[in-house]
């Protein structure tokens, strides 16, 4: 019992959204870093591997990072989650804004890592910290490139249809009503969505959809060098966008699950008294 008791609260719940988001960037942007970063220096370029590596390692990151804390929190790792949880599916509003700052805590700590790790090769692949390596740390418009014209509201257009489609499958996930995955898969599959939003998202914004994923790594890089990370390459501020559009975008993904799937499903009934619970096999 005493054991049980150490690991409940509030405290071990942000414990666990800390060191899950944590090891959600140390693989995320640890990945980018070795393809951006690590790859500039290789004969010839892009010797590092592309966008289909970085895809598959923060869907990676996000299975690992779940299974990290899942036990003790649910494993939100990311606000918009918390907050479409809040709204449609009884989690307590008390806890959302703690869950954000220990989701953003643990992405900070984890891009200073990362910082600190890839220094040499950051310094030597992007002498001025400029844009170039700053999609390293956190998003961009166009991924950092002018030639596809993308600003900041078509970013965040992309940011709320990306997270809409990253909670809709969340809740399909793990709706106990619906078919979820069995034997502990719900957390590889949750990977899988990230790395198929990765591939089908990833050129308009950098699919952040998550506020905590964007926002602990810009001031991570922003104290560490990089003076124009809260603007985009246009001059533009810019941090607001992989805020506001995951969390518009989460509240919208879980009103189209709820309008046109959950409100569908069967619900749980009670065995009638004194008979024996059925067997689930």
């Known amino acids: 019992m005493a054991s049980r008791a150490r690991g409940s609260g509030l405290v071990g719940e942000l414990a666990a959204e800390f060191a899950g988001t944590m090891i959600l960037l140390l693989i995320g942007a640890g990945v980018v870093a070795q393809v951006v970063a690590g790859g500039e220096l290789t004969a010839p370029k892009g010797g590092l591997g592309g966008h289909d590596a970085i895809a598959w390692a923060w869907g990676l990151g996000v299975t690992l990072g779940v299974y990290v804390a899942a036990r003790l929190s649910g494993a939100h790792l990311n606000p918009a989650v918390t907050v479409t949880l809040a709204a449609f599916k009884g989690f307590p509003w008390r806890k959302v804004l703690p869950y954000a700052l220990a989701q953003t805590a643990g992405a900070f700590v984890a891009a200073l890592i990362v910082r600190w790790n890839y220094s040499e090769i950051l310094g030597h692949a992007d002498p001025g910290h400029t844009f170039k390596t700053q999609i390293v740390f956190s998003t961009l418009p166009g991924n950092g490139s002018v030639s596809p014209g993308v600003h900041e509201w078509g970013a965040f257009r992309d940011q709320v249809i990306g997270t809409a489609i990253l909670l809709i499958l969340i809740l399909a996930v793990t709706d106990v009503l619906n078919t979820p995955p069995g034997a502990n898969l719900g957390a590889f ?26 926002l602990g790594p810009r001031l991570a890089s922003f104290i560490t060098g990089y003076h124009t990370a809260w603007r985009d390459q246009w001059g533009n501020l810019y941090w607001w966008v992989p805020i506001a559009g995951p969390l518009v975008g989460g509240v919208l993904g879980g009103a189209i699950y709820k309008i046109f799937v959950g409100r569908f499903l069967p619900t749980a009934e009670p065995e009638p008294p004194g008979r024996v619970p059925a067997s689930e096999s």
């Open 189 to 214: 599959i949750i990977g899988l969505i990230v790395v198929a939003i990765g591939m089908a998202y990833g050129a308009n914004a950098g699919y952040a959809i998550n506020p905590a994923r964007d």
